[in-house]
């Protein structure tokens, strides 16, 4: 029940953010990504039925946050808007006994992910970029290519 939280406030916190610079749009998984992750929630579920949580108490979860720009750091959304919605979270999270906390906030200077994040390059920059902790990355464009519209979440289970 937990994870089903868990994986839900990503989203949540996709859907967010992209209120603030981006249209809505569809999911940012393949279809095979899709099912993987659909195979993975049902085991979880299954686990937490037959084994009961298997923790106690309040989960914290880390976050960091990549606020994107350009390489010479115009379009970065501010830190304000950062915290705001980190309060939010928080608040919607409460009665499952999760607190996100802001783990660290990464100001990233690069064209190629802040206009085209799924491009080849920009993607070779995400990993470099990735923290330990749920990354949230926040650029200006989260077009998926292929005319599947603007991405609100994002899941690659290799990166897991």
Do not use: W
Request: glycine content about 10%; hydrophobic content about 35%.
């Amino acid at each position: 029940m937990k994870f089903t939280k868990l994986f839900a406030l990503v989203l949540t916190m996709s859907f967010a953010i992209s209120g603030f610079s981006q249209s809505p749009g569809c999911c940012g998984v393949s279809y095979d990504d899709g099912l993987d992750i659909i195979e993975r929630l049902e085991k979880n579920k299954k686990f937490l039925e037959e084994h009961g949580s298997v923790r106690g108490g309040i989960l914290y979860v880390p976050i960091i946050f990549h606020l994107v720009a350009n390489n010479d750091g115009s379009g970065r959304l501010d830190r304000t808007t950062v915290y705001n919605q980190l309060c939010r979270v928080n608040t919607d999270y409460a009665s499952a006994e999760m607190v996100f906390y802001l783990k660290e906030i990464r100001e990233v200077n690069n064209n190629a992910v802040y206009n085209s994040p799924t491009s080849n390059p920009a993607i070779n920059a995400i990993i470099q970029e990735m923290g330990d902790g749920v990354n949230v990355f926040i650029t200006e464009n989260a077009d998926t290519g292929g005319g599947l519209g603007t991405t609100l979440g994002f899941y690659n289970p290799t990166f897991d």
